[in-house]
Structures are given as C-alpha cells and as structure tokens.
C-alpha cells in the first residue's frame, strides 16, 4: 500500500512539475511587465501559446533529418524526468535513488546535446553560432555545477538530492560560509542555463548575442512546443533546486496525511512565487552581457563552487 | 583453460595466421579469411579470458625459453584477464568491421602480417610474469604498430608520424628497462615473483614509480608525452586506428596498473596526488586540443588522451587512498579507472570504426570537406551518435557510470589526511567535470560538423552507406556502450577481482541489489540506477510522442529554411569545425594554445576580401620536444669529427673506455 502511494506521489509530481511550469514562466512574465508599468500578457498567456502551436502545422526544413524531428521528444523526456526527480513539495520519492543529482544535471547535459546537434542539423548560420555558444557556455557552467553539488555533498554526506534537502533543512546546517558561496553560483549558473538576462534573452530572437532562440530557431508547431515546455520546465527546476537546497523548509515528508502534502503544494507555490518575482526583479534591473563577457560571470560561478568545495575539503567547519 | 594452452594457441595460431598473411595478402578474398581468422582467434582469446576472470585463480606456468635464470613465465591472474578480456573484446569487433573495411587497403602486404603480430604483441605483455618477457613483448607490440602507421608510407606526414612513433616508443621502453632494473635491484630477480619478493628503499620505489610512470604513460599519452599519439593513431588504417587509441593504451594502462599496484610494494603518500594530477591536467589539455582539429580521426585520438586522464585520476586516487588504509575507498577508484578503461576501449573503437566508414564513403577525413553525411548514411550516423553520446559522459550510457564512480571517489578524499592532497583533488575534480563538458562539445562538433548540415564538397554528396561487416562490428559496440550504462552493476562485479588484485578489497557486490542499482558505498550516501533511468526516460519519450499525436495537428510541410529570412543556399555559410570552435578557442586558446585572431578588415568603399587570420601554438611541442630535437642534432653535428678518425685514435678510445668501467666496477660501493 506505502509503494502505491509513493507511486503516486510520484506520478503527482510530474504532472504537477508540468502543470506548474508555463504559469511560473508567465508569472516571470508578468511580473517584468508589471516593473516595466507594462500592462503585459495575461498570466496564462503561455498556456495559449502552447495550445496555438500545437494545433499548427509543422514546417521542417527541406534538408532536415531525422535527428531533427527526434530532438524535442529527446529534450522533453529528458528536462521531464529530472524535474520529476526534485523535490517539490514532497520528499523521498520513490525513484529518487535512480538518480542523485550528477545523474540530475547529466540528463540536462543530454538534452542540451541534442539541442546544440539540432542547431547544427539545417546547416544555417543562425543554427552554428547557437550551438557554438551554448557549447562553450555549458563548459563552463557543468564543472560550476558539479563543483555546488560537490560542496552540497560533502556537506550532507550524500548526492542523493532527497537527502540533501532533509539534512539542509535541520538546524546544525546553520550558516556556512562554502553555503553562501555555493548559492551564488548556483544563481548564476542558473541565470546562464536557464538563458536569461544578462546571459541571453529570452524575449527575442534577432539578437546577434542570442544563444538558445537561434537553436530553435528552424523550429516551429508541435516541434517547437515540446522545446518551449522543456526550457520551461527547465526554469521550474532550477527554481525548485534552489528552493529545496536552500529554502529546504515545507517539503512533505514520506509519510504524512494527505492534508500535509496538500500544505506542502501550497508553500511549494508560494517558493515558486517569490523565486519568480525576484527572477523578474533581476532581470528588469541588469542589461543583458555581450556574448564573451558571460564566460567570465561563469568563470566567477566556477571558482566560488571550487572555493566552496576547498574549503568543505580544508575543514568541515566552514 | 590454462595459461599453457592460453598462450599457446594465441601464439601458434597468430603466427601461423601472419605467416599465412604473407602469402594471401596477393589474393583477393586474403584479407577476408585474415580478417575472420584472427576475428576468431581473439573471440576465443576473450572467451578464455573471461572464464579465467570468472574461476578466478591465479595461473602460472614456466617454460624453459628466454634468460637463462628466469625462462619465460606466463601467467592469467585476475587483473590480466580482464585486460585480456577488454584486449580481444575490441579485437574481436575490430577484425570483423575489418572484414568488410580492410578489403580496400591498396596494399594489403603491409597490413595483413603486422596486424596479426600486434595482436599477438598486446597479448604477451599482458600474459607475461617476467620483466624479459614483458619487455620483449611490449617492444613487439610497438614495432608491429609502428610497422603499421607506416601503411601509407609515401606520404610525408605518415612517415614523420612513424618516425616520431619510433622514437618515443624506443624513449618508453628504455626507461621500462630502467625501470625493471630498479625493481629487481643488484639481485637480479626479474620474475615478478622475486620483483614482488624485493624489499625495495622509499627512494628506489619513487624512482621506480616515476621510470614506470612516464615508461607507461609515454604509450598510453599522458600529457606532455602525448604528441606522437594523435599523428600515429591517425595515420594508420582506421581498424588498426582503434585497437591503437582503444587498446594498445589500455595495454599500457596495465602495465602501470602492474608495476605500480603489484610489483612495487606500499604506495608512498604522494604518489597518489602525482599521479591524479597529471591524469586531471592530460584530461583538460587533451579534449582542448580534440576542440581544435579538422581530422577527425586526429580528433578523436586527441579525446583519447582526454580518456587516458581520466584513467589515472581514477589510478591515481585509488594509490592515495591504499596510502592511508582506505581500502573501500581505494577499491571504489580503481573500479572507476577499470570502467572506464573498458568504456574508452568500446566507444573509441566504435568512433574510429565510424570515422574509417566516413573516410571510405568520402575519401577525406578533413571535417571541413563533410556535411550532412546523416542522409546518405544513416546506420553509420547513427552508431556514431550513440558512440559520441556514450563517450560525452552522458546517462544512460556507459561513459556516465564510470565518471560518476569517479566523482563519488572524489567526494571520498576529504578524509584522506594529507593536506597536497586535500588541495589537489578539488582541483582535479573540477578539471574532470571541464573536461567531461568540453567532451560534450567536442563530440556535438565531431558529430554535428560531418553529418549534420548540408554537405560541404561533392564528395560528402555522392557518399554511401558502409558495409554490413562494418556496421555489425559497430552496432555490437553500440549495444556494448547502452548495456554497461544501463547495467553497470555486473561490470563492477566482473571487475571485482581484478580491483581487489589491486588494492586488496573490493567494492560490494552490485548485481545482488535489487532492480540493479548501483550502491557504490551506502544508499543513503549516493545510488545511481541507469536502467530505470532509461526505462523512465524512454516511457517519458513515450508518453510525449503519444500525448502530442494525440493532441496536436501531426501535418508536416518541408520548404526551405528560415535562416530569420535570409536563407542562404551556399553550404560556405553553414559554421565549419572551426567556427563551432571559435567561442571555446576563445575563452581556453589564449592561454594554452597562444591562440591570436586577426581580423583584416577593408575600410568601406574597399571592395577586397576581409580576412580572419587565427595562429596557435602548440606549447606543448615547442617546450618539451623541439628542444630535445635541437639538443640532439646539435650533439650530433659536435659527435661528427668522431667519425672520422685514425685507426690508433679508435683504439686509444677503446682502451680509455675499458680503464673507465674498470674504474667504475672498481669502485661500486
């Protein structure tokens, strides 16, 4: 009966990761406008916009190849599956212990593989200068990323990501100093995976600085839903990371009445809320970098993550 | 099986096989009977291998041949099976893909013979129990391969390739005399036993180590001697290609595993952080130096020595932690290093098996000249997908679970109590995770550029699908790397001996665990299970086809690309290798590689070309080789007058070198 129900919980989170994410885009959305004093798109707008491009024909290229209609399904199972393996608002899920959090931003790796590949696929210029510094930004931004889990695990004893959060939400975590260090790298390499500003910007695509539209750019119908559903369930779980790692507070434990998961949803929303209000906030007061300043942000992200990691390796103090 | 018959049939038949080379190498079906002989023999070489590893006793035998007081001993304990087993795995799959690519070898007298002799000269090195025969074998595998990088030998390249092959092979194995010699001391025991029954002073062990280090390490192309590799791997025919880059360094890997974890006793407490330091900068400067080439097959022996890296940090932690007692520890690093040492063997023999069809459907290997080779041959662009998904450390394939044991390994040293080290795993893992990602890209480039886009030459146009031969050896190696990813418990527990051959323990077993998961130290520490990962992500793959036929419009229309508009037809203005690499050569190539772009641009009004001029260095030559060249000739040109003395000057010399080794014997302490 206890597996049933973990299954369930299990199956609940990803359709609740996939339920959540367009509305915490839109949210972003709106909020920018609203800081603007732009009346801007309703908060659904991105449910709409999936719709309409779902019931729109697909225009392929005359020279793309099977890689290319492949690729969206690839990056959505991908991005799908490791946002389910995040906490959001219950803990010790059942299929957490398939994956720990390497395994997590691996999977993420996979996807952006095959997106760089579909940028080369037509043969466009758009498609080569996407991919080839989406490539390079990932370079820097995967060791940034496997150096904050590095620290994340020293300090917990474990890479499980359900672990993690139960051991950073008790009281003898405390402040550390490779903590504080490890959560401005992970914002920032957030920041650059998740391509916002000052990395790139997600509201256009006729930007010579851009990097993840002009991927896409060949895209369009169902193709280009399934990628826009995937860079947004990107960003919820990039938010839900941050959330559980740092805000660990709220998540249901395996094992409490329904109406404790039901409390669990309820503040997993309101993480998701004020994350995505202080993601429009940053984004509304910074300009967007040119293309070979961002290495050098990441290079920042990569040595505070080395730092942390140092230090949790000097003394188990800091 | 035993090691008699063991060595004795790879021995007859390999011999039999290359004497009867020589002769079939005229006929037209010649190569295919070499090619499915020796396919043959090497399955039966792993298969014996295998059942070696799985009885699991240490087997020996003498046989009166050789030194005088040592013969020649053999032996197939648990670490040599299972290099045995990896050696004729990939042998066996690098014969039949030559069945069907071997055929169009021009001169097949100078493949056929030597191709059977290397097999045989990576076998013995593995079996041998005793210095000579170690050496003897080792240098046997070097000339038979050096005999076959130089197939093509009217062109220039290939011959500079071979030259510096020999050089440095020769440099190798002088300082594996060097250092046997050490190891065996004044006695002169050179059977491993009485190596192994040799009390050796912490001086002579470090000595010891670091001869066999570089020994080995110039063969498996650790940075900074890596230079002859990517030019030797290159130019020899792509089958003997992959068994170079996926198994001759994997040869070499066995034998520092052998001197460094067996014969010498103890580690020291640094060797540990000299040897994970040098794999951490091999892995980053290798896969940088991959970035930058158009060759493909340059490119990938360049990823080989990013893999060999990735190795000997895994050796490399595995020596620091048996320094402190960590034996759990240890037996968790060493598995990684053996993982992925089996991994590199399986994708890098499939990528160059790939490369070669590529280089036989279009004749040039220069990815510049290729493009959307994904039409015209699509089993192969494929099968080279998977190998470079597999090789970019990506789940669920096989690179990932051996860089993910190395990454738990790392999280191990912590507890490690010695403050070099504390500093320097940090450091090596950081390199290990930029060198996994610049893998990525440097595999989405050797993938994208060729076969994806549209095609760049007349001759990429007019390519055609490989042979069926070929493509079979490819698909197994394909499901080799999907298999050990999505099942790397049972690889763990194959190589569990082997591991505990190596530092005395053993990681606990896997394949017991229920849904096959892997528990590398306690559950609740880290676990990691690639089959239900890839059951999850195929349902997910699933559901979304599903899901969208079902919601969608599934009406498809092709027309031209929309480029933002300006679509322009020319394949010049597709990104070329180059230009994909442009970003990354510009954050890593200024420093490593001094790379300088100059842009010449015509003022307006001007009508000429605009021109970008890129430079690079490679550092690496012009500080550790070109001097030693230089130093050479020039020790040369003074040595000249030497040549051409009297008769009475030659025997005042002879007689002066006497009085000096008398001098010398005299006073040996």
């Known amino acids: 009966m206890a597996v049933i129900f973990d299954f369930i919980v299990q199956g609940v989170q990803m359709f609740v990761v996939l339920a959540f994410a367009p509305l915490l885009t839109g949210f972003v959305r709106v909020v920018k406008a609203r800081l603007l004093r732009r009346r801007g798109p309703p908060l659904l707008q991105p449910y709409s916009d999936l719709a309409r491009l779902l019931g729109k024909e697909v225009v392929l290229a005359e020279n793309a190849s099977w890689l290319f209609r492949v690729t969206p399904y690839m990056i959505f199972a991908a991005t799908w599956v490791a946002a389910a393996l995040v906490p959001t608002f219950a803990g010790g899920l059942i299929f957490s212990w398939s994956a720990d959090l390497i395994a997590i931003i691996a999977l993420l790796a996979s996807a952006r593989f095959f997106l760089a590949l579909a940028g080369l696929d037509i043969g466009t210029s758009f498609g080569g200068i996407g991919s080839s510094r989406e490539v390079m930004f990932a370079s820097l931004a995967e060791p940034a990323m496997i150096m904050i889990v590095f620290t994340l695990a020293l300090i917990a004893g474990s890479t499980q990501l359900s672990t993690i959060a139960q051991i950073m939400a008790l009281p003898e975590v405390g402040l550390r100093v490779s903590l504080g260090l490890a959560l401005v790298a992970l914002i920032l390499v957030a920041i650059a995976e998740n391509a916002r500003i000052p990395v790139d910007n997600p509201a256009t695509h006729l930007e010579l600085t851009m990097v993840h539209e002009a991927m896409v750019l060949e895209y369009s119908g169902r193709h280009l839903a399934l990628i826009e559903l995937a860079s947004m369930l990107k960003l919820l779980l990039y938010v839900s990371l941050i959330a559980c790692l740092f805000v660990p507070w709220g998540i249901a434990e395996p094992g ?63 | 099986m035993n090691v008699e018959f063991h060595a004795g049939f790879l021995l007859f038949s390999l011999l039999a096989l290359a004497a009867a080379a020589i002769p079939l190498a005229r006929v037209p079906r010649g190569p295919v009977i070499i090619y499915g002989a020796a396919a043959a023999i090497a399955a039966v070489a792993a298969l014996s291998g295998a059942i070696a590893a799985a009885r699991g006793i240490p087997l020996q035998v003498r ?36 069945v069907g690519y ?32 170690f050496l003897v074998a080792w240098e046997f595998m070097s000339l038979s391969s050096w005999a076959l990088v130089l197939v093509q030998h009217r062109d220039d390249v290939n011959r500079n390739a071979g030259f510096l092959y020999l050089s440095m092979a020769a440099f190798g194995t002088i300082t594996l005399l060097f250092a046997f010699g050490v190891l065996a001391g004044s006695a002169g025991g050179y059977a491993f036993a009485d190596i192994r029954a040799h009390e050796l002073g912490r001086l002579s062990a470090a000595f010891a180590l670091v001869l066999a280090l570089i020994g080995t390490g110039s063969k498996a192309g650790l940075v900074p001697l890596h230079a002859w590799l990517p030019p030797a791997h290159s130019a020899a025919p792509s089958h003997v290609s992959a068994l170079m880059s996926g198994v001759m360094t994997k040869v070499a890997v066995y034998g520092f595993v052998r001197i460094a974890f067996d014969l010498l006793g103890p580690p020291d407490w640094w060797w540990g952080t000299l040897v994970l330091s040098i794999g951490g900068i091999t892995a980053a400067v290798g896969i940088l130096y991959a970035l930058m080439q158009d060759d493909l097959k340059r490119l990938l022996a360049y990823s080989s020595v990013e893999n060999i890296g990735v190795i000997f940090v895994g050796l490399g932690l595995a020596l620091a932690f048996e320094a402190y007692d960590m034996r759990a520890a240890a037996a968790l690093a060493a598995t990684a290093a053996l993982f992925h040492a089996f991994n590199h063997s399986v994708f890098k023999s499939l990528l160059f098996f790939g490369a070669g069809a590529v280089q036989h459907a279009t004749g040039t290997r220069s990815m510049a000249n290729l493009g959307g080779l994904i039409h015209k041959m699509p089993a192969t662009a494929f099968l080279f997908l998977v190998g470079s998904f597999a090789i970019s450390a990506l789940p669920p394939f096989n690179g990932f679970a051996s860089e993910w044991l190395a990454f738990q390994a790392i999280l191990l040293s912590p507890e490690v109590p010695d403050w070099g080290l504390k500093f320097a795993v940090p450091a090596v893992g950081a390199l290990l995770a930029l060198s996994a990602a610049l893998a990525a890209a440097c595999f989405v480039r050797a993938f994208g550029i060729p076969f994806l886009g549209r095609p760049r030459t007349a001759a990429a146009e007019q390519a055609h699908e490989a042979d069926r031969f070929s493509l079979s050896a490819m698909g197994a190696l394909a499901m080799l790397c999907l298999l050990a990813g999505i099942l790397p418990g049972i690889v763990i527990d194959v190589l569990a001996p082997a591991v505990n051959s190596m530092v005395g323990a053993r990681m606990p077993v896997q394949s017991a665990l229920p849904w096959l998961t892997i528990v590398p130290i306690a559950e609740s520490r880290s676990s990691y299970n690639g089959l239900i990962l890839f059951v999850f992500i195929v349902l997910a793959a699933y559901f979304s086809v599903y899901a969208i036929h079902w919601l969608a419009s599934d009406k ?114």
């Open chain 1, 256 to 318: 409490v009445a329904p109406s404790g998961f039901l409390a669990g949803l309820a503040i997993y929303v309101l993480k998701l809320a004020v994350g995505g209000a202080l993601l429009g906030l940053f984004e509304t007061s910074i300009a967007k970098m040119r293309v070979f300043r961002v290495p050098e942000l990441l290079g920042v992200a990569l040595m505070l993550g080395l730092l942390a990691t140092l230090f949790r390796f000097v003394s188990g103090s800091f």
């Open chain 2, 63 to 98: 046989l009166p041949l050789g030194l005088p007081a040592v013969g020649v001993r053999l032996q197939l304990d648990a670490l040599s099976s299972i290099f045995v087993l990896i050696v004729n795995l990939a042998a066996t799959l690098a014969s039949l893909y030559a």
């Open chain 2, 102 to 133: 071997g055929r169009h070898e021009q001169e097949q007298g100078r493949v056929l013979p030597f191709y059977c002799l290397f097999l045989l000269g990576m076998n013995l090195v593995l079996i041998a129990d005793d210095a000579f025969t």
């Open chain 2, 556 to 669: 498809v229309r092709r027309g031209p690309a929309w480029d933002c508009g300006f679509p322009d037809p020319r394949p010049q203005t597709q990104y070329t290798a180059s230009s994909f690499a442009q970003p990354i050569r510009r954050v890593y190539g200024a420093l490593i590689f001094r790379a300088r772009e100059i842009v010449d641009m015509p003022p307006p009004g001007d009508l000429r070309a605009a021109r970008l001029t890129v430079t690079m260095r490679d550092l690496v030559w012009e500080w550790f080789y070109a001097p030693v060249a230089v130093g050479v000739l020039r020790t040369a040109d003074r040595m000249n007058p030497l040549q051409f003395q009297t008769i009475r000057r030659y025997l005042a010399f002879v007689f002066l070198a006497l009085v000096l080794l008398l001098t010398v014997i005299a006073l040996w302490p």
